[in-house]
């Protein structure tokens, strides 16, 4: 029998908690991967035939706010010192690397399955759908392991701008397609030109003037509400002038998380601001992961498994020669960027969420949708599993980065402590129940006092290291900073304290814990 679709979305998203609380928990494998597994699983028992990704949705509802979270994100200020190799890469290389997976992937099958071919403006669609990168899963690698600043912002700088030039690539060519016109180089760059910068142009307007708006409020519920209008907003006024709504969204991303937020917003406001589109960003994504899943089905894959293999190796090499070229050129001009570094670009270049909703934005009724949108999910498959999980063993080859010894010697210590501490309790628990004899209660007493004492004098040498002690005091000083702001709020709730003082005092910590983060 099937259900409502209000009961569809409500066991949608039970499904995406029970999903992440799990991974969470038990297990590393990265959520998004998990909620695709239980997308293809769910595929099987048809309990969602009413949820299903229109181009309409995603563009116009999805997309923008995965767009503005990541641009709200972004540091403008590192991403201005590594300008070069991110639009280098952002703009060139998208187009490069769609052109050379295209070609591969329709002369491969062309010879390896000529019964089975594809078009060439189908495979250049397919290239352009699968273009964009999403580091998140990297860049958090990143941190863990230490890797340098230049690193880490030219492969955020660059997602993020290719984000939109793949979108207006995509949309290039994809009108080719609809129109049954033949494609134009020349014209494909002139409207390329206007439509990107088209859409900076409108973004940066819209983000500046709703910045200067907020600079006359203060209160984060409204401040909220107006950057959620400038999300859509700019994507929908860009379109109307038919510019990219896509880079209008980045550039207004860009200028209200790097304007709007010092000249505009409180300390409170920013925090809830950047936890709001954290919110937003992990629900869109979960959606739309879970929805592949049941849109792709396992029958699919197996089925065109060939298809997903030489999409694989398709993509890899568009990125390879991209990434190699462009890179040679670049060191002309700019500072080096070694053999090593463009070993992690190319494999860093994970394919996320983006790709998956632009392959389901194609039309129902395009001949070739259904293979695109297999091979564009066996790529972000591969591309999160594979090459998500072993960046950081590449990490470690390259040796590139590498956290200090002193601090994680000083984390294992602690574990140790905390742990020590924690059978210290159950000790005593035991003993007070009538557990353990008074004996072997001392015994093991004796036993764990003397290595708690050994863990403290471990810990109290490391904190003599100038960043040991830097590290413990900013995690102490936020732990500490939380919890006066949870005493604040319960006076608040309890009318212990007046809500003008409450909300005066949580800025004021909200401003300390902001300039030690």
Sequence with gaps: MHSSIETEIILLFMVIISVAMSVRYFSNLPYTIALIFTGIILSFFDIFPDIHLTPNLIFHVLLPPLLFEAAFNLNAHEMKENLKPILVYAVFGVVIAVFITGFFLQ??????????????????LFGAVISSTDPISVLAIFKQLGVPKRLSSIIEGESLLNDGVSVVVYGIVLSTITSHSEFNLTHGIKEFAIVAFGGVGVGAVIGLTFSRI???????????TLTTVVTYLSYLVAEHFEVSGVISVIASGLMVGNYGTKIGMSPTTRVSVKDFWDYIAFIINSVVFIIIGLEVGIVNIFSNFHYIVIAIISVLLGRSVAILFLTMLLNMIDKKIDLKWQSIFIWGGVRGALGMALALAIPIDYEYRSIILTMSFGVVGFSLIVQGLSIGKLLRFFNIGGRDKNLEEYELKKGKLISLNGSLSDLEKMRKEALISEHVYKLLLEYNTKDIENAKASIEKLVTNPDVKDYEFKAALKRLLLKQKDAIQESMKHGIISTSIGEELIANINKEILGHL
């Excluded at 907020?214 to 909220?224: K, M, S, Y």
């Design 107 to 124: 002369s491969t099958l062309s010879i390896f399955y000529p019964n089975e071919t594809i078009p060439l403006i189908a495979a250049l």
């Design 214 to 224: 907020t600079a006359l409020v203060d209160d984060h519920l409204i401040e909220i």
